[in-house]
């Protein structure tokens, strides 16, 4: 397995300067972040959804898209994918960042899933969502880059099950699954080999983070937060075993949100720690 970093998780970093700290601790690749940062924030402190130093604009020139392509490739890293935020069905949304992914030698990006919430009907976002995955397998043909589907709280597709439903029947040369147990932390946790097995060859890549469920209204209710890799509901040992058992040779990618610490040193310990546990 080879360790890549999703930039969303070093907002004070440029490209370059995450780069070449990637290189310097031993990374194979990198995910780029592709989000305008808000004007409203651009003199804001860094931060992971406001000024993000560390993403790429969502009308980035081709001369930008080379300069970050060549600093990746002078470091010898991969362009592991680009992760934008996109709306399920936007199918000229999801060919623009296809593009992107294709200049900077990506092999893959995050699509849509539809967001499920009060008044929301299950069947009527799942047909909505399989129709948009079609047209993601016909533009992944077309640019050779994978659509992938994330498991992610709030949407549709929380739990391994429900993402492998949305999948099922597509190519999965062209469509696949991103595995991200923190995010099941929050909802949709099942056994990580189980789900593992089911995906089959649509798993296709994995982020790395943590959480945990803590207290808050004094004591009255739980909320989940964002913590460190050692220190949450995750255990990794116990995925990385499960991901070995499936024969998984892919990206393990982070994507901490803990931020107790400078991204810096966060990148270093992390690496460590996986490394340990391997």
Same mark, same amino acid.
């Given at each position: 397995m080879k360790f890549s970093v999703f930039t969303v998780m070093t907002p004070e970093l440029t490209p370059e300067e995450l780069v070449a700290a990637l290189k310097e601790y031993g990374y194979d690749g990198v995910e780029w972040r592709m989000k305008d940062v808000p004007e409203s924030a651009v003199k804001e402190a860094p931060s992971f959804w406001g000024n993000n130093r560390c993403s790429i604009g969502?009308? &980035?020139?081709d001369w930008e898209l080379g300069r970050i392509r060549e600093w990746t490739r002078q470091r010898g890293l991969s362009v592991v994918? @680009?992760?934008p935020y996109l709306t399920a069905g936007d199918l000229e949304g999801t060919e623009r960042v296809m593009r992107v992914a294709k200049k900077l030698g990506a092999r893959q990006i995050r699509v849509g899933v539809p967001w499920y919430g009060p008044g929301a009907k299950y069947d009527e976002l799942f047909s909505q969502g399989v129709e948009y995955l079609r047209g993601v397998e016909a533009l992944s043909g077309k640019y050779a880059v994978k659509g992938l589907v994330e498991t992610h709280h709030g949407t549709i597709a929380p739990s391994v099950g429900? &993402?492998? %439903?949305l999948v099922d029947g597509l190519d999965p040369d062209r469509v696949g699954v991103l595995l991200d147990p923190g995010n099941m932390v929050h909802e949709g946790y099942e056994a990580y080999r189980m789900g593992m097995e089911l995906l089959g060859p649509y798993l296709a890549? @994995?982020?790395? *983070?943590? +959480?945990c469920w803590v207290r808050r209204d004094g004591g009255k209710s739980w909320h989940v937060s964002w913590c460190s890799l050692a220190d949450g509901i995750v255990d990794? *040992? %116990? @995925?990385? +075993?499960?991901?070995k058992s499936v024969g998984y040779n892919g990206y393990l990618c982070f994507e901490d949100f803990s931020d107790v610490q400078p991204s810096r040193v966060v990148l270093k310990q992390n690496i460590e720690y996986l490394r340990s546990l391997l």
């Open positions: 969502e009308s &980035a020139s994918g @680009v992760t429900l &993402a492998y %439903r890549h @994995v982020h790395v *983070k943590n +959480a990794w *040992k %116990r @995925v990385l +075993a499960d991901l």
